[in-house]
Nanobody
Framework: VQLQASGGGSVQPGGSLRLSCAVSGISLDYHAVGWFRQAPGKEREGISCINSNHNTYYADSVKGRSTISRDNAENTVYLQMDSLKPEDTAVYYC????????????????WGQGTLVTVSS
């Protein structure tokens, strides 16, 4: 099983990025994929998740500014992030677990390597 996160980069406040998580070895039909982030000196934070049945969840910190989606044909999950703020600066990780989303990172079986998002003027 492999998860490959990509799409990070440097952007100015108010800008947008689309993160991608390419998944291989498991089917999105049967797995939930979540996005987490970890800023320097802070704990890993779950920010969004999409279930095997397409239900979606967002943390308050990104709600209204982010949209999670998935393409089962490509086995890829996307996180569109808009109106980015400096406090969004972090390494972003995608992770997968069977069936349903979970709040805690420890419940996810598979992890990608992370992609860095820097929001700065």
């Amino acid at each position: 099983v492999q998860l490959q996160a990509s799409g990070g980069g440097s952007v100015q406040p108010g800008g947008s990025l689309r993160l991608s998580c390419a998944v291989s070895g498991i089917s999105l039909d049967y797995h939930a994929v979540g996005w987490f982030r970890q800023a320097p000196g802070k704990e890993r934070e779950g920010i969004s998740c999409i279930n095997s049945n397409h239900n979606t969840y967002y943390a308050d910190s990104v709600k209204g500014r982010s949209t999670i989606s998935r393409d089962n044909a490509e086995n890829t999950v996307y996180l569109q992030m808009d109106s980015l703020k400096p406090e969004d600066t972090a390494v972003y990780y995608c992770a997968a677990k069977p069936a349903y989303c979970a709040r805690y990172a420890s419940l996810y079986s598979y992890w990608g390597q992370g992609t860095l998002v820097t929001v700065s003027s």
